[in-house]
């Protein structure tokens, strides 16, 4: 099997190993990790089709993170992937109208950051021990909502670890937040901030850059490192359910082995369809991705035209965790699309101007949007159809479905990844299907819910309105660095 080494999208001779990248996180000079080429599947399609989630995982990622022994691996994934998630197949796909669902939210924060965060822990851990690291890792997340609770759940109490969490006080959903600031562990930390995800992220990764901070708290026996996707080690065990949906229409007889498949991912930080885009290059056969974005719609605008520009009002949607408009997994795409010297240029003119232009209008990522008005009329249109009931992310994938196949007239069999139980945003869900929820108070509306849908309320979330809150910290948005050196070494 062939080693993949990994390098920096903004400077080539920034080389690491797996292990070492998942460390890091992020690279010296603010650029991501990517491989230095794409591993080519060593089975065929028949062949991984015979496999359950854990085998299909172990042969996905032995191929990008070869410096792991096959014990390390399947100590990793038979980690993440066991009775933290609801259902056997993990990752399943569901029948709805003429689109196939996949659900990444039956593990335990109800949402698809699971699917790699389940897993990050067992990794970190692992590459810190192949790496002599004998530092505390500090964990520092920025979150629009799911990273967030996914990231705690994962890090929580394990030893020579730490984790702190940034979110948007006012720009996640009341579920979103009481996960987060209701979490145990000695070694967790949620601060609220004043200000959007951008503002978090963005100061987040000044941190892994600012080489006098990383030096002073080195001393103090501190190394920092990242559960976003920002992370490579985040990254790639989403490539796994990729082949899991696909192998999953052939099973259910949707399509024959090696036919193509469209796929329509909602996305914000790009880093769930750039998995895909992953799986694509390893040899999954995909026809077209549809990039769904809400009324931020900064990735649709690229895609359609050619010019990323983050100079625009930033909307605070029913889909927060779309709510972004730095898209950071969107420079792994650049570099492969272009090369090092381009995308540092591409990503200098963004921190200086806060636009760039690239045109990849043509490639197979096309962008679609959807507006509140139509997220809430996709929800409804489906209840109507077939009684399931989607969150208001996979709603505007689902909308934005219907916009690309009315304009293109494609009839490719689509899969729609479905990113959140519809529990994290009962309101909004539940109004869009009939107005008179509209009065009602967020928390019991999880019982009409049940009802509607005749889905249980999850066990991670009932009760939650009642857990105790354990994190109350607010900060403002330019606070953050001078929060993290205070809060490691007082």
């Not at 959903?173 to 979490?183: A, E, F, I, N, R």
């Amino acid at each position: 099997m062939k080693k993949i080494n990994y390098i920096g999208t903004r400077d080539k001779n920034i080389k690491a190993t797996a292990s070492q990248a998942i460390l890091k996180g992020i690279c010296e000079d603010g650029g991501l990790f990517v491989p230095e080429e794409f591993p080519v599947l060593d089975k065929s399609l028949e062949e991984l089709s015979k496999l359950s989630y854990q085998d299909l995982a172990y042969e996905i990622l032995k191929l990008y993170l070869t410096d792991f022994t096959e014990e390390e691996l399947r100590y990793c994934i038979n980690g993440a992937y066991d009775e933290k998630f609801d259902t056997p197949v993990i990752a399943p796909v569901v029948k709805k109208g003429d689109v196939s669902v996949l659900e990444l939210f039956h593990g335990r924060t109800i949402a698809f950051k699971d699917m790699a965060l389940s897993i990050l822990p067992y990794l970190m851990k692992t590459s810190a021990k192949k790496n002599g690291m004998e530092k505390e890792i500090v964990i520092l997340t920025a979150t629009s909502g799911d990273t967030g609770k996914a990231a705690l759940e994962g890090f929580a109490g394990v030893d020579g670890i730490q984790i702190i969490v940034f979110f948007p006080e006012d720009g996640v959903s009341p579920v979103q937040k009481l996960q987060m600031t209701t979490q145990e562990g000695a070694n967790t930390c949620v601060v609220g901030i004043k200000g959007n995800f951008d503002d978090a992220q963005t100061a987040v990764k000044s941190i892994f850059t600012d080489a006098v901070l990383g030096a002073e708290l080195s001393n103090k026996g501190f190394v920092f490192s990242s559960a976003n996707s920002i992370n490579i080690g985040r990254l790639v065990p989403q490539v796994v359910y990729y082949f899991q949906a696909y192998l999953q229409m052939v099973k259910m007889g949707e399509i024959a082995l090696g036919d193509e498949i469209n796929v329509t991912v909602p996305t914000g930080n790009f880093g769930n369809i750039l998995a895909g885009y992953f799986a694509k290059q390893m040899g999954l056969p995909v026809k077209t991705f549809i990039c769904a974005s809400n009324e931020n719609k900064v990735l649709y605008d690229f895609f359609t035209t050619g010019t990323y520009d983050k100079n625009r009002d930033f909307n605070v949607t029913t889909s927060p965790s779309m709510d972004i408009l730095i898209s950071s997994n969107l420079e792994r795409l650049l570099c492969i699309l272009s090369s090092q010297e381009k995308c540092k240029e591409l990503m200098t003119s963004l921190n200086t101007d806060g636009k760039y232009s690239l045109d990849l209008t043509k490639g197979i990522i096309k962008g679609e949007y959807a507006t509140e008005e139509e997220t809430a009329q996709a929800i409804k249109a489906m209840y109507d159809k077939s009684g399931y009931i989607m969150d208001t992310h996979t709603a505007v994938a689902y909308a934005a479905y219907e916009k690309y196949k009315k304009a293109t007239a494609d009839e490719t069999k689509t899969v729609i990844i479905s990113t959140a139980s519809p529990y994290k945003f009962t309101k909004d869900v539940l109004v869009a299907i009939d107005k008179k929820y509209e009065t009602m108070d967020f928390f019991p509306l999880m019982d009409e819910l049940e009802k509607l849908s005749g889905v249980e309320i999850p066990m991670p979330i009932k009760g939650i309105e009642k857990r105790p809150i354990l994190h109350n910290t607010v900060i403002e948005r330019d606070a953050i660095k001078d929060f993290v050196k205070e809060h490691l070494t007082k």
